[in-house]
């Protein structure tokens, strides 16, 4: 099957020479952000299970965060624990239940919806994150990776808040293979991914399409630049597929850019209206 080729040549990477330079990119740039270290949220999904391991060998000043919510499978609680106890991190992470804090936006905003609520939990972890980073002058480490970034499946000031990112520029079948390298258990690397917003959500059941045929897609039209049409016959997939994620990837770009400031000119704005001179 193409899509399996496709994945195979996304997996055949020097993972030894990936992790050593985001080590290194981790470590210099808290170096030259004048920042003591990092601060993570792990969720114990294989995402931020990889690059806690890196960060925690990117520096020995680090701190992390476990931000469950009534929505949090036990299992999740208990993955991000083997991960603490496999680096040594056991006097260097604290959890926060964020349920009470979740119920006071509920009271304010009177509604159930349970994607409204969901990205108010991310944004949740955000506040929580920055605001320890700021008392210990610390980068807030991102766990996104490149299929996620590219599709858009983040929340916006949520899990997108975040000062750098590590392995995002992994695709998420990279990231598997990484955490492989890494040593995190199989049970870690072979998780099917979720944000875990609400109970029994799961990331490939949300998109509507797997990973495996989510990556292919994403590797030939944003590495190899095919269209869309020769996508979905090279993988042998309905061209539908094809064009649901590039609408994703062409709607979601507003979340990868900082604000879109409408810049003010003689040619992008009526004649009529008059303005400062100094402001041309």
Known sequence: MRVQSVLQELKDVNYSVISEYIIRRISEYITESGKNGGIIGLSGGIDSSVTTVLLSKATQNYFILLMPSSSTPQKDMEDAKKIINMI????????????????????????????????IKARIRMILLYAYAQIMNYLVIGTGDKSELLLGYFTKYGDGGVDILPIGDLYKTQVRELGRYLGLPEDIVTKPSSPALWEGQTAEGELGVSYDIIDAILYLRVEKMMDIESIAKDLQIDTEIVHKIDRMIKTSQHKRLPPEIFR???????SDWRYPREWI
């Open 264 to 270: 003010l000119s003689g040619r992008a704005i009526n």
């Open 88 to 119: 040594g991190a056991n006097n260097k992470y604290k959890i926060i239940n964020i349920d009470p804090i979740l119920e006071s936006f509920k009271n304010e905003i009177k509604t159930n919806d349970k994607l409204v609520l969901g990205n």
